[in-house]
């Protein structure tokens, strides 16, 4: 199985506008400030491991744009298994987050920005 093993940064990134389907593979980001996998558009995760010192996912969206992210499987081995960020930070206007997660295996927690 293919390995994604980044140390300074997010492992994979889907950017504004993207689409990334994910059904196997191991995804490790070693830096605590970045994610085995960035969304700022549509993913959609069946498989893989996540894995790694901050987050397993990180769902972000701002000024105005739509973020979906189906998680259907997998396993998310990280402190903080999936992280919500709307907005971005406080210069941005907000999107629309829909997250649904019906099925996976996950041993952080998900948390929210403030």
Known sequence: METLNQLEANAVKN??????NINGGNFVSENPNYAALQNWANANIAGGYF???GQAISVEVYNGQTN???????T???PTAIYLNN?????YETGTINLDVNGGEFMGI???SQ
């Open 15 to 20: 950017d504004e506008y993207g689409n990334i």
């Open 51 to 53: 894995q790694g010192a």
């Open 68 to 74: 979906n992210t189906t998680i259907s499987g997998g």
């Open 76 to 78: 998310f081995d990280m």
């Open 87 to 91: 907005g971005y930070n406080a210069k």
């Open 110 to 112: 998900i948390t929210e």
